[in-house]
């Protein structure tokens, strides 16, 4: 595997490798690996024949300082599991290659409302800050196709949208979640909770579970989570929406098309989120 550090040294390697018509594919992540990274990894493997994963942390989509302190980080690490999964190349690039106008100085695109509910609204800029270093490494990279988790399925929806606004050549696929044994969708968050507040995590995915067994109307499913989470000793509802998939819009009456349900939830200092499709 090769890995890059310098922008020019990357686009220098990925121009030779254009010539000899490789299709490239894109992984951008905030390291702290894990299998749910690993298979955007696979299926970019299975898809194109040169994949680029990149390891960056992004200071622009924390609204909270010590969140981005705080956010995992171990390169090492993350470079074996690459190399363990055959990627081609990871690039590790500093701020001033991803950001070479300055962080301050953001994407404002029309998301048409897509940014502005759930994370958009709990967590100011958030979008802003993805938009923006997605937009500068698509630039360098200029990827065929990238790769996208069903486990941020606003981001995922918010990066479809900025492609199709800024009319970019470039596919983007979003890919299901990967969960732990016990049903812990997989976040380099996880990373954070202590031993007991990890046996606990498990409720979030059993709550969206019941949630989509649970035979009532959207306000009954709302009812339902908001007492689970009154009932809980560790866990702080942020929010919990029942929503299109399509433009993510609140579903207020029985869904007709595909809905999906959404958490965010503090544990102690920790927030994770998850999302289930209701409809299948
Ligand atoms: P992050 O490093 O958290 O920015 O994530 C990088 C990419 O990995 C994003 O597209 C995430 O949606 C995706 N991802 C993170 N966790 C999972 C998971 N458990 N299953 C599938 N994709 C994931």
Redesign the pocket.
Known sequence: MNVFTSKTELTKFLEQERIKDKNIGF???????????L??IQESRKRTNLTVCSIYVNPTQFNVKSDLENYPRNTEKDIELLVSENCDVCFLPNTNDVYPNGVSKLLEINLSGLDKRMEGERRSGHFDGVVTVVNNLFEIINPDIA??????FQ??AVIRKMTQVLNMNVEIVG?????EPDGL????RNERLTRHERLAATFIYNTLLATKNLNGSIQEKKDFVIKQFENHALFKLDYFDITSEKNLTACIEEPSKLTRAFIAAFIGKVRLIDNIALNN
Do not use: N, Y
């Open positions: 992984v951008p992540t905030m390291g702290a690996l894990h299998q749910g990274h298979s955007l790769f996208f988790g069903e486990k941020d981001q995922l890919c299901p979640i990967i969960r969708a997989m976040s380099s």
